[in-house]
């Protein structure tokens, strides 16, 4: 024949995610594209001299895997070696941490800062013991007295520092915290080191911004870690002005830049959607409106299939363990949060909310929103229909973020208007243990309710939310199937499980939903990009608990391999090191010539 196949797999499970979830045994890519599904006699004649043929050996073979929810810069800088680790398991106590801080200090000069990521009070000791001692400056001066440390909490919306960096910043009993953030003080009224949600942007402005090259390494050093994860496309969700103060700028206007070179330089080894954000947190209405207009002439240059603006992000509140997501119910222990948009009281910063939500969507932008307590949820979700009301468009295709404690009324609303959810199986998982104290074994178990979501008709997507956990969709299968804790392995709300198949639909055709992208990438379908990931074993037939550490041997974007093992098989496990794909090094499965295949 006149084309034959590039690349061609069979003896494995290829599982499609089409309308049928239907399993084949065979698969073949030309170029670019899917070019055949179905059994060995239906790739058997794209087999050319050329053809590389990969015996799967019972592995399989999914639909690239896309992570809609992953803070691609931010994870690369929060990663060995640019940060410190202070996450579990690398830690299991405030003891664990100073010591991390103390090695990193003796290998910093002097002056420098010294930066960590991933900290977490539901993993460390001597918090677990007691749940009132939180990280203090305390813990880290004895061993830092003249660095300046900064360490980040798993989940972003807090900041432990040093009292030499509390003195550089500026930070006193005197400080008042900027609107949506909270400087927390001890009985005397003194700092005491943690800084909550919009008073991070304090910290922020005193560290030096990252340069160009940073984040470059930092892009580059998060596309290796997806590609041996099996990842081919994520959302980078809010980079713009409203960024330039979060984590060291990483969602800033510039890291938006340094994609647009990767791309030009074709080092972006990933797809990769990006939402702008106009604004953080604590903004105005009028501030949010004034700089999304400008922004609608930011372009990323000329394949949209490999970056792309895909809309626009607010943050309407906060979340549950900073007590700072809005709740319908006080928290054990009282207070209910609140929305951190300007305002004074609480239906002022409605208005706010939805004045940002109407204009955005009346300008065209798809709408990703970052609210986890359900009175925030509920708000959002009803801004959204007030603003299809107010402006009827077809396929707007707004979602709420990570919609932790979702409400039956959000669920009605979103599955009306075809609306989605963003959820965070992962955070889930890692959270579950800890959650109780803030809001009651109840609400806890019902966090991130996947299955009430798919039984209303919400599209449910799936993402890390990356630095905040690791971006390992394996996990967060697991998770959506079990329900189990990362610290305890109890059950957290049994009745939201999910089936399998549910659960891979949301880190594939679900998430290509979200992105926009549905009807060329997101399933194994012909015609459709070849982004594809191979994993050692039978995924189908696995004990869910074993998920976790079922090995990607091979993964493929737009055709081509951009990870694969160099040692090992798939029976074996194995994994030892990747291989650029046009070197032909060995998967770990069995490479064939043409004549073992049978033709019609």
């Known amino acids: 024949m006149d084309t034959y196949a590039d690349l061609v797999f069979v003896g494995g499970r290829v599982v499609t995610v089409d309308a049928e979830f239907s399993v084949a045994e065979a698969l073949a890519v030309t170029g670019s594209v899917i070019s055949a599904v179905g059994g060995r006699e239906d790739v058997a004649p794209l087999i050319g001299p050329g053809t590389r043929v990969v015996d799967l050996k019972g592995a399989t073979l999914l639909p690239g895997i896309n992570d809609s929810h992953l803070h691609g ?13 202070v996450g579990h398991p690398a830690v299991s106590s405030l003891a664990d941490v ?23 009070t539901g993993f460390l000791a001597e918090c677990v013991a007691d749940p009132s001692r939180q990280p203090s400056r305390g813990d880290l001066d004895a061993v830092s007295p003249d660095h300046p440390v ?20 500026g930070i006193d009993r005197d400080t008042v915290a900027p609107p949506g953030g909270a400087i927390v003080v001890d009985a005397t009224g003194e700092p005491t080191g943690l800084l909550h949600e919009g008073a991070q942007a304090l910290v922020q402005n005193a560290l030096p911004p990252l340069d160009r090259q940073e984040r470059a390494d930092a892009i580059r050093s998060t596309l290796t870690a997806l590609a041996r994860l099996g990842i081919t496309s994520y959302t980078e969700p809010g980079l713009g002005p409203g960024g330039d103060g979060i984590m060291r700028g990483t969602l800033g206007t510039e890291t938006l830049d340094v994609y647009r070179e990767l791309l030009a330089d ?15 947190m604590a903004s105005t ?60 009281i609480d239906d002022d910063r ?26 925030a949820i509920d708000t959002v979700v009803d801004a959204f229909a007030e603003a299809a009301a107010g402006h009827p ?40 243990d800890m959650e109780e104290e803030f809001v009651g074994a109840g609400r806890a178990a019902y966090a991130w309710p996947y299955r009430d979501a798919l039984d209303a008709g919400v599209r449910v997507a799936s993402g890390s939310d990356a630095p905040v956990t690791h971006p390992d969709w394996r996990q967060g299968v697991a998770t959506m199937v079990l329900r189990e804790s990362k610290a305890a392995g109890r059950v957290s709300g ?24 549905d009807d060329w990438k997101g399933s194994l379908e012909p015609g459709k990009v070849a982004d594809l990931c191979v994993v050692d074993g039978d995924l189908l037939a696995a004990d869910p608990r074993a998920i976790p550490e079922l090995p990607v041997v091979l993964t493929v974007l737009d055709g081509r391999i951009v990870y694969e093992t160099t040692a090992g098989s798939p029976s074996d496990g194995g994994s030892d090191g990747d291989s650029d794909a046009r070197t032909g090094a060995d998967t770990g499965v069995d490479a064939e010539t043409d004549a073992d295949i049978p033709r019609d």
């Not at 900064?150 to 910043?169: C, D, R």
Request: with cysteine.
């Open 150 to 169: 900064v360490l980040y909490s798993f989940s972003g919306h807090a900041t432990w520092v040093n009292s030499k960096a509390l003195e550089l910043i």
């Open 285 to 344: 209405a009028e501030e949010f409106a004034r700089n999304l207009d400008a922004l609608d002439r930011v372009t990323v240059g000329d394949d949209p299939r490999r970056l792309a603006i895909l809309g626009v992000k607010v943050f309407a509140d906060g979340i549950v363990p900073n007590k700072t997501a809005w709740m319908h119910e006080p928290y054990v222990g009282g207070g209910c949060g609140s929305l951190c948009v300007g305002g004074d």
């Open 73 to 85: 810069c931010a994870f690369g800088t929060a990663s060995p070696p640019l940060s410190v680790e």
């Open 393 to 432: 468009r077809e396929d707007a295709r707004h979602y709420v973020i990570h919609g932790d404690f979702l409400t039956p009324h959000a669920m009605k609303v979103l599955a009306a208007h075809d609306y989605g959810v963003n959820m965070n199986p992962t955070i889930k998982w890692t959270v579950a």
């Open 98 to 120: 100073a010591e991390a801080v103390r090695e990193a200090v003796g290998r910093t000069p002097d002056g420098q800062w010294v930066t960590g990521h991933g900290w977490d």
């Open 494 to 517: 049994p009745e939201q499980r999910i089936a399998l198949a549910e659960a891979i639909r949301t880190y594939t055709i679900d998430a290509a939903w979200q992105d926009f992208a």
């Open 266 to 280: 074709g080092e972006l080894t990933a797809r990769v959607g990006v939402l702008l954000l106009p604004t953080g």
């Open 350 to 375: 409605v208005a706010e909310i939805r004045a940002m939500i109407r204009h955005a969507h009346a300008a065209g932008h798809q709408l990703g929103v970052h609210a986890t307590g359900d009175r």
